[in-house]
C-alpha cells in the first residue's frame, strides 16, 4: 500500500472574506504518484495550488504533507520542506541567463549541499537548457521557457511538484516532450500534481484524477475509470 505524501481535506479558500473560490476540497496525492487536476477556466485549480503552497491563506480545512501540517507554516518553509511549483505563465526572469534562473531554484540548504548533482539531473532532462545555459531567459521559445520554469523547480530538489498549466499555448510536439517528462519524474520518485487544460492527455499519463467545477470536486478516481466517463467524454472529449 502506498503511503499518503500530501492530503488537503475540507479546503475552503479564496482571495477575499467569505468569498470562496474552493469549497469543501478534499485530495490526496500518494508518494509516487501522478495525479491531475482537471476543470474548466475559473474552477479553481491555480487557487488550490496556491493553498498548498501558503501563498493564499485559507478560511477553514487542513492541508497534510509527509505526516506534517502545513497550514500555518510560510512559503518558504513549505518550499524547504520539499514542495515546489511550477506557476501559470512560467514566470522565469527574462534578463538573467538560463543557469542563473537556475541557481535561483536551489536556494534551500539542501538543494545547496547537492547543487551540481542537481544540474546535471535537469539537463539530463532538458538538454537544451545545458546548450542554452548563458542565453537570457526572455530569448528562449515558449517551450523552452516551460522547461526552464520545471527545471528551475526541480533544483529545490521536491518530493511533490505542483505544475500549473504544463503546456498551456504551446505546440503539440513539446506538450508531448513535457508529458513524458512529467512520467520520468515519477520514475524517478518525485509525486506530480498536475494541472492541464488536456484533459485527455492529463489522464493518460496520471494514476488518478480530480475533476473541479465551480469550486469543488465533481468526480474523481483512477484515471483509467475517468478515461471511460460519459459525463467527462461529453463535456471534454467531445465525443457524443
Known sequence: MRSVLLEVKNLYAGYYAEQFIIKNVSITLNKREIVCLVGPNGAGKTTLLRSIVGLIK???GEITFNDRRIDNEKTYKISELG???VPEGRRILPKHTVLENLELGAYTKRAREKFKETLEFVYNLFPILKERSQQKGGTLSGGEQQMLAIGRA???RPLLLL????TLGLAPKIASQLFRVVVNLKQ???TVLLVDQNVYKSLSVSDK???LEDGVIRLHGRSDE???NEYLAKCYFGLY
Request: proline share 0%.
Open 83 to 85: 514542495i515546489a511549483m
Open 209 to 211: 484524477g480530480y475533476v
Open 154 to 156: 526541480l533544483m529545490s
Open 188 to 190: 524517478e520518485g518525485i
Open 226 to 228: 475517468l478515461l471511460k
Open 58 to 60: 485559507f478560511k477553514s
Open 163 to 166: 505544475v500549473d498549466e504544463l
